[in-house]
T-cell receptor, first 113, second 114 residues
Framework: NAGVTQTPKFQVLKTGQSMTLQCAQD?????MSWYRQDPGMGLRLIHY???????DQGEVPNGYNVSRSTTEDFPLRLLSAAPSQTSVYFC????????????FGQGTRLTVV | AQSVTQPDIHITVSEGASLELRCNYS??????LFWYVQSPGQGLQLLLK??????LVQGIKGFEAEFKRSQSSFNLRKPSVHWSDAAEYFC????????????FGAGTRLFVKA
């Protein structure tokens, strides 16, 4: 019953450092997405993927890269972290083209100093 | 473009009182609608969802929501609030074929006073 697993749960970065937030799901869902959550702004879509090898930008993609080499994994890369990227990041997955809810990971709290 | 509006940033209710959280959406086709709850420091939990059929849907923890197409609304209700209901509540719409892309409102934080 793993569902959607995000690692790490907490991370502190210095400005300019790079890192990858990991997301894995074991439900064979085609659709995966990354959100960032900031106070008063809800969850905003960063990038999403509808299957291996297919990614697209969401609402706030700048400063983030993604790739999807397998159905299970959808990592989010910060190439040069900025304080504005301090946020809580959520990964989600769901079947594609089927009416169902999204399944969320527990989140990664990232602080950039 | 699809969007979700939650007009109330925060709401305070007394324990035992009734609750209604407002949600309005903008979406051209038949919407897939959701309410999620997030307790402090936690992830998101689905409360209920509407895809089609009966416009009054029941969810977990005693919550219900009513879909009103004429008002583009999907308000969340609970007849008697418990202190453990204090959390942030997000309304969301599923966009795209089958509603796979979830778009969230800004959230409403619920405070419960004794």
């Amino acid at each position: 019953n793993a569902g959607v697993t995000q690692t790490p749960k907490f991370q502190v970065l210095k400005t300019g450092q790079s890192m990858t937030l990991q997301c894995a799901q074991d439900m064979n869902h085609e659709y995966m997405s990354w959100y960032r959550q900031d106070p008063g702004m809800g969850l905003r879509l960063i990038h999403y993927s509808v299957g291996a090898g297919i990614t697209d930008q969401g609402e706030v993609p700048n400063g983030y890269n993604v790739s999807r080499s397998t159905t299970e994994d959808f990592p989010l890369r910060l190439l040069s972290a900025a304080p504005s990227q301090t946020s809580v990041y959520f990964c989600a997955s769901s079947p594609y083209r089927q009416a169902t809810e999204a399944f969320f990971g527990q989140g990664t709290r990232l602080t950039v100093v | 473009a699809q969007s979700v509006t939650q007009p109330d940033i925060h709401i305070t209710v007394s324990e035992g009182a009734s609750l209604e959280l407002r949600c309005n959406y903008s979406y051209g086709a038949t919407p897939y609608l959701f309410w999620y709850v997030q307790s402090p420091g936690q992830g998101l939990q689905l409360l209920l969802k509407y895809f089609s059929g009966d416009t009054l849907v029941q969810g977990i923890k005693g919550f219900e929501a009513e879909f009103k197409r004429s008002q583009s609304s999907f308000n969340l209700r609970k007849p008697s609030v418990h202190w453990s209901d204090a959390a942030e509540y997000f309304c969301a719409v599923g966009a795209g074929t089958g509603g796979f892309k979830t778009i969230f409102g800004a959230g409403t934080r619920l405070f419960v006073k004794a």
